[in-house]
């Protein structure tokens, strides 16, 4: 994961509606799709692209994919955010 990757995909507002769809549980592909007025092959191409930046992680349980959030990720961003408050003590 690279944090060009990461902010390149948060970059698309409908990524980032996923993920707060995301941040509740976990949720299948259909349960995703049907919250976007877009193809199912669209909504694909954003779960991939957050897949790629490991923004999410896919479990297979029998006949279906569920995506979830992966929170170490997000984790790691904020500790390199939180690089640039300043220092109440200088």
Avoid: C
């Avoid at 509606?17 to 191409?45: C, D, H, P, Q, W």
């Amino acid at each position: 994961m690279g944090f060009a990757e990461t902010f390149k995909a948060l970059a698309d507002p409908n990524r980032r509606e996923i993920l707060m769809m995301l941040k509740n549980g976990r949720k299948s592909a259909g349960e995703i799709a049907s919250a976007f007025e877009m193809t199912n092959a669209t909504v694909s191409y954003h779960l991939s692209q957050l897949k790629k930046a490991d923004l999410i992680y896919e479990t297979k349980n029998k006949n279906y994919i569920y995506y979830e959030l992966n929170i170490s990720v997000f984790e790691e961003i904020m500790l390199w955010i939180a690089q640039f408050k300043e220092d109440g003590n200088e």
